[in-house]
């Protein structure tokens, strides 16, 4: 009888957007006439900027006509969209990334996920505490993570490093020397980010110690603070130390589109010269077709000047939601993180509530949907995210009902 990857069956419960959605839903159902208003999930709500709809659009119409149908994407991305990313953002913050170190594909969260592949199955790998849950369970189900402790909520063979209020949100070198570390800054969840200085301490120690980072940069369109890096390859020496991840969902809209990509520089090598380059253009040639030909004309049409425009726009719009949660919820006595850089607020639970006391709190008493802070790890308990991708209604609308509580 055939058995299945055990690995997946140590990943604890459902993915933590699926319990609040379910969770959402039984209240909802139980509830019909409270009108419940969602800021879990980091989904936009905003529709896509017109520079993205009239490149859609026309592709679709080269798609239609025998002369410009075009079949399969090349599998790295097309060559049109390489060079404007290669141009617009990297180039221009005066990175040397060339368009072929850049991998396009469906969005950052397979990127993420799917990258550990190509590593050794021993790789120990290190992680923010609180952290985007794929990075830990991707590899849980690679089974690099060893045990799982329920009282700790823990993996035994995972080196958390945690990021809370009292370091700052700023992770501190490992006791022990990791394979892989993951740091995505601006934080999700903590809405917190690294000056330059501090990345290029990470981009110095991982060349010391030999490890590769991870960095995902997914939210690099919301940072304001000039001292914030948008990339990790403004670091000295980032080049042979480090992989970075962006989306096109955060900062274009593009969550129900599916676009981002992941630069893998050709200078990044294993300690017995093996280009990761090479290995992850040959993952994607046996695992991936390319994103969408019409996907990709839209993802180009973003580097315009309009789509610049409009996107700094959308942008502006979901950080004028989070400044008002900030000081909303400041004004309320709350602790509150994040928002400057990052479309997440991370605030203190009141009164030493937990995450999950929290979350049922606000939604019986308030009807506001958020996530609790002990679903993206141990470190992050008693701490709670909002985010400011809801509509400007809703948003004033919820604090103004936290407030009132
Ligand atoms: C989040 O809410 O953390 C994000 O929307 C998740 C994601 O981007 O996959």
Redesign the pocket.
């Known amino acids: 009888m055939f058995r299945v990857n055990e690995n997946y069956l140590k990943l604890p419960g459902s993915y933590l ?1 699926s319990t609040i959605a379910k969770k959402v839903g039984a209240y909802a159902a139980a509830h019909p006439e409270e009108s419940v208003i969602r800021l879990g ?3 936009v709500t905003l529709p896509l900027p017109p520079a993205v709809i009239t490149a859609l659009h026309r592709a679709v119409d080269e798609m239609g006509a025998a002369e410009t149908f075009r079949g399969y994407a090349p599998d790295l991305g097309y060559e049109f969209l390489r060079k404007a990313i290669a141009e617009h953002d990297f180039a221009e913050r005066g990175c040397e990334i060339s368009p072929d170190e850049i991998f396009v594909s469906d969005g950052a ?1 397979s990127d993420s996920a799917n990258i550990q592949e190509i590593f050794a199955a021993d790789s120990r790998i290190a992680v923010c505490d609180p952290v ?1 849950p ?1 990075y830990v369970d991707s590899n849980v189900m690679a089974g690099r993570t060893g045990s799982f402790d329920a009282d700790t909520r823990t993996w035994s063979d995972v080196i958390y490093m945690p990021c809370t209020a009292e370091n700052g949100f700023v992770p501190a070198f490992p006791e022990s020397r990791p394979d892989l570390i993951y740091l995505c800054f601006p934080n ?2 903590t809405g917190e980010a690294l000056t330059k200085a501090q990345l290029q301490d990470w981009v110095d120690y991982a060349n010391r110690e030999g490890c590769v980072i991870i960095f995902d940069a ?1 939210y690099e369109a919301y940072i304001s603070r000039a001292d914030i890096p948008h990339s990790i390859y403004e670091c000295k020496g980032a080049q042979t130390c480090a992989i970075e991840l962006r989306s096109f ?1 955060k900062n274009a809209g593009f969550t129900g589109l599916r676009l981002g990509y992941a630069v893998v520089p050709k200078a990044l090598r294993d300690r017995n010269g093996v280009s990761l380059h090479a290995l992850w253009a040959r993952r994607h040639g046996t695992k991936y077709n390319g994103a969408p030909y019409i996907v990709q004309r839209a993802g180009e049409a973003v580097y315009t000047p309009e789509g610049q425009e409009q996107v700094r726009e959308m942008v502006g719009f979901y950080m004028k939601n989070a400044a008002y949660i900030r000081t909303g919820l400041k004004e309320a006595g709350y602790e509150v993180y994040g928002g400057v850089d990052s479309p997440y607020v991370w605030l203190k639970t009141p009164g030493r509530m937990t995450s999950w006391e929290f979350f049922d709190y606000l939604l019986e008493k308030v009807h506001v949907v958020g ?1 609790p802070g002990s679903g993206f790890g141990p470190s992050g308990e008693h701490y709670f995210r909002l ?1 400011a991708f809801g509509t400007w209604e809703n948003t004033v609308c919820a604090v103004d009902r936290i407030r009132a509580l």
Do not use: H, L, R
Request: glycine share 8%; no cysteine; charged share 15%.
């Open positions: 957007f999930i980091g989904d969260k985007y794929v999700n969840p997914a969902s996530t985010t």
